[in-house]
């Protein structure tokens, strides 16, 4: 008998891991629960966009998912505007003795020195209880701020900054929730989404400075936030809906992590939903999108990373590869030992990728 996996959540990402899920050998789904209405009772085959039926239909009952007794949940549950919920089923979770990896709630990925004691101890406290373990990987996607950086970083003789960026072009991206309630896209400069507020880049992000700086052996004093906002000259519109004359079409922002008064550790997110916008700022090393890791020391690097897709263009890449790594890393997550896991805690191979059929043994 295989791994047995609930799964929770069939958004960008979810849709994605749910497929993983049901592709892997040694994995065996035992339910899925959604937060839509119009997907309960669906089959997770549908769900997961694949071209057969499972026998498993979607319920919106975490009662249901207990209920199987999985070994592992899948949770890629919507955390950024509903954290307090997403927060508590995973409590629910951990404490029923079932292993959580997935890309939500980000705060998980490290949240020492970044959200409250107290918080963290009761995730500790429920997968003490439950024997449990816990991997969320974060969907920036996780690997090209944490994986990348500590590999180029171990062949460096002195380092002075290590900088994460995401350059891509948001137009074909259609999760409307993320590009207009969270990052503000289409709204005027003056107000506010709940991404800039102050203090949110810096606890979105934090997670992923502290991390890094952790596995580097230093210490951060503070982290900064600066955020830039381009308005689009005339209207258009994307696949998540429609952007108005004047309303964000790019953005850029850092988090910056500082030691003794010097940028140690940032991370660059620079959004566009037109390739015109901004040109003065950075450019991606392919059309539409890409990931570039920079250290500066010695030796230097400047690593671009490009995904692609034969199912679909840089934005679809990247939400497989945050799928991939969430599933592949399933095994590890069950027999890690209880309590919340980071990157600084996995085998290296987490993530390993998988040969398909024709190459392996018969």
């Known amino acids: 008998m295989g791994i047995r996996v609930a799964h929770i959540g069939t958004g960008n990402v979810g849709r994605l891991a749910l497929a993983g899920v049901l592709d892997a050998a040694e994995c065996e789904l035992t339910g899925v629960r959604v937060s839509s209405e119009a997907k309960i009772g669906r089959d997770a085959g549908e769900l997961a966009g694949l071209d057969r039926r499972t026998g498993i239909a979607a319920t919106g009952d975490l009662d249901e998912i207990l209920a199987a007794r999985p070994d592992c949940a899948v949770h890629c549950a919507m955390g950024d505007t509903r954290p307090v919920e997403a927060m508590a089923d995973v409590e629910r979770l951990l404490r029923a003795g079932i292993n959580v990896v997935g890309s939500s709630p980000v705060t998980l990925q490290y949240p020492w020195q970044v959200f409250p004691q107290e918080m963290i101890d009761g995730i500790e406290r429920a997968a003490r209880d439950g024997g449990a373990s816990l991997f969320i990987t974060g969907v920036d996607p996780g690997f090209a701020n944490d994986l990348l950086p500590f590999a180029l970083a171990s062949t460096c003789q002195r380092i002075e900054q290590v900088r994460c960026l995401e350059i891509a072009d948001y137009a074909t991206y259609d999760g409307a929730t993320v ?184």
């Open 179 to 362: 590009i207009f309630d969270v990052m503000g896209f289409g709204k005027p400069d003056h107000e506010t989404p709940m991404l800039y507020q102050p203090g949110v880049l810096g606890m979105a992000w934090g997670t992923t400075i502290r991390q890094l700086a952790a596995g580097f052996g230093i210490e951060v004093d503070e982290i900064t936030e600066h955020v830039e906002r381009e308005p689009a000259p005339e209207a258009f519109d994307v696949a998540a809906g429609h952007i108005p004359r004047g309303g964000t079409a790019a953005v850029r922002f850092e988090i910056t992590g500082m030691v003794a008064g010097r940028p140690a550790i940032v991370v660059e997110h620079v959004t566009r939903l037109r390739d015109d916008l901004r040109p003065d700022w950075a450019r991606p090393a392919q059309p539409g999108g890409s990931y570039r890791v920079e250290i500066t020391g010695e030796p230097s690097y400047a690593v671009d990373i490009c995904p692609s897709s034969e199912k679909g263009d840089h934005n679809h890449a990247a939400i497989v590869a945050a799928a991939g790594r969430i599933v592949n890393a399933i095994p590890a997550v069950v027999a890690a030992e209880p309590g919340i896991r980071t990157t600084l805690d996995m085998p290296l191979g987490t993530g390993r990728g998988r040969f398909t059929q024709a190459f392996r043994p018969a």
